[in-house]
């Protein structure tokens, strides 16, 4: 992206974890006897004039009833840098998954942009409903974002978009057939939101895919995309890696500034 472009900053908001798993969940058939921890986030994309929130978190009854350890209602840390998420204009939801989903109601005047593919595959698809795709889903959430078809609150996109003057939303198919990544213009030049196209940097750096797979061959085409895309593959961000909470300069309790 240009220089004339407006700059963001990038804030990452843990709402859950540490959650313990075998590191082969996160990085594919590799390290079963191994755990590894992470964290459950949503983002916020600051810039002068507008704040962008990527992804919706997880419902406060869902993480209840999964008793998703450290949950804290996203609005609540949002709250912590001033962020008013019942009053946020405009969400990106990177995918349907419920950990990245199914908070959808909390943004009551939010505008929803989601891929197509992905919209149409959980919400029409009788597949979605089949026992490995129906465990990632949360049929609450789905049935919000179904009743927000046809209304200015859901913007169904397909393939690459420029949403605002240096965010553009890039198709990055693989963990799930409709996955989006959000390319943020930054002082530090082009920062991509890649989400669970890697769980991890570690993913990023190495290929590799989570256990989640919808279409690995996409999957990898995603990572070359990607990776093209990108000013610094220190700037490509996953979705769940714990370093996002630890090494970077924290700016509330649960929220670090990434760029
Ligand atoms: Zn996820």
Redesign the pocket.
């Known amino acids: 992206m240009s220089s004339h472009l407006p700059t963001y900053e990038i804030y990452a908001v843990k709402y859950a974890g540490p959650l313990v798993s075998s590191v082969a969940m996160a990085f594919w058939n590799t390290d079963w006897d191994q755990e590894i921890e992470r964290n459950y986030y949503i983002w916020v994309v600051k810039g002068k004039d507008e704040t962008l929130i990527v992804d919706c978190g997880m419902a406060p009854a869902l993480a209840g009833e999964a008793q998703i350890s450290g949950y804290v209602n996203p609005l609540e840390v949002l709250a912590r840098i001033g962020v008013n998420g019942s009053k946020v204009k405009r969400v990106v939801a990177t995918h349907l998954?419920f950990?990245?989903i199914s908070g959808i109601e909390l943004f009551r005047e939010a505008t929803f942009y989601i891929q197509e593919t992905e919209f149409d595959f959980w919400v029409k698809d009788p597949l979605a409903k089949k026992p490995p795709f129906l465990k990632l889903t949360d049929p609450v959430g789905n049935n919000y974002l179904a009743a927000l078809e046809g209304t200015e609150r859901l913007i169904l996109v397909r393939g690459d978009q420029e949403i605002l003057p240096g965010i553009e939303l890039l198709l990055a198919p693989g963990h799930t057939s409709g996955l989006q990544a959000v390319a943020v213009n930054t002082a530090k030049g082009t920062a991509i939101l890649g989400s669970?196209c890697g769980h991890l940097f570690r993913n990023y750096e190495e290929e590799m895919p989570s256990c989640f797979i919808t279409d690995l061959p996409a999957w990898m085409r995603s990572y070359d995309k990607l990776k093209s895309k990108v000013s610094s593959l220190s700037l490509l961000f996953p979705?769940?890696d714990a370093k996002m909470a630890t090494q970077f300069p924290s700016v509330a309790e649960g929220i670090t500034r990434l760029v």
């Open positions: 998954h950990d990245h669970d979705g769940h």
